[in-house]
T-cell receptor, first 114, second 112 residues
Framework: KAGVTQTPRYLIKTRGQQVTLSCSPI?????VSWYQQTPGQGLQFLFE???????NKGNFPGRFSGRQFSNSRSEMNVSTLELGDSALYLC?????????????FGQGTRLTVV | GDSVTQMEGPVTLSEEAFLTINCTYT??????LFWYVQYPGEGLQLLLK?????DKGSNKGFEATYRKETTSFHLEKGSVQVSDSAVYFC???????????FGTGTRLKVLA
């Protein structure tokens, strides 16, 4: 069974640009979550989608957005990039997000903003 | 709000030493608790979990017990190996919130 696939693995963008990251969950998983990982802030929750609906959102500015498609694949978009957006962006999928659900993480997309 | 506090790293141990990584949490409800491990260049992998008070999660020689009275979920291993070198994250998840809250991570380095 294939794991969670994130593309691309690495990205370099300049300030002011926008970027789209992609996540393909494990087959059969309908919940997809996104996290930002930085050395200073650790792992911070961005948002979670289930069956194309956003069920929860973290404390990030509106420049961060996401969506989920009918095949459960998800994308996140960051507009007007800032230097502080440089981070590892991790996607996780699960059969359902809840207290007992195990989240399976992808290897992440390393975004560098210059 | 909910939060997870982990001991600061890095933790450096010799092979076969005993490992403890402390984790305490604050939550309004009855969360499930998890330990995830991250190897260099990789995403996070679930190491173990516990879903209710007094549950003990265990995997690959690691174990942790859900202690509601002390709001703790300390990770232990009796004899670490060089291959255990990684960053360990404690996390909680509450039903209905659809998210994990992670600690800051503790880097473990095991020397041969």
């Amino acid at each position: 069974k294939a794991g969670v696939t994130q593309t691309p693995r690495y990205l370099i963008k300049t300030r002011g640009q926008q970027v789209t990251l992609s996540c393909s969950p494990i087959s059969g998983h309908r919940s997809v979550s996104w996290y930002q990982q930085t050395p200073g802030q650790g792992l911070q929750f961005l948002f979670e989608y289930f069956s194309e609906t956003q069920r929860n959102k973290g404390n990030f500015p509106g420049r961060f957005s996401g969506r989920q498609f009918s095949n459960s694949r998800s994308e996140m978009n960051v507009s007007t990039l800032e230097l502080g957006d440089s981070a590892l962006y991790l996607c996780a999928s699960s059969t359902q997000q809840g207290a007992n659900a195990e989240a399976f993480f992808g290897q992440g997309t390393r975004l560098t903003v210059v | 709000g909910d939060s997870v506090t982990q001991m600061e790293g890095p933790v450096t141990l010799s092979e076969e030493a005993f490992l403890t990584i402390n984790c305490t949490y604050t939550a309004t409800g009855y969360p499930s608790l998890f330990w995830y491990v991250q190897y260099p260049g990789e995403g996070l992998q679930l190491l173990l979990k516990a879903t209710k008070a007094d549950d003990k999660g265990s995997n690959k020689g690691f174990e942790a017990t859900y202690r509601k009275e002390t709001t703790s979920f300390h990770l232990e291993k009796g004899s670490v190996q060089v291959s255990d070198s990684a960053v360990y994250f404690c996390a909680l998840s509450e039903e209905g919130t659809y998210k994990y809250i992670f600690g800051t991570g503790t880097r473990l380095k095991v020397l041969a």
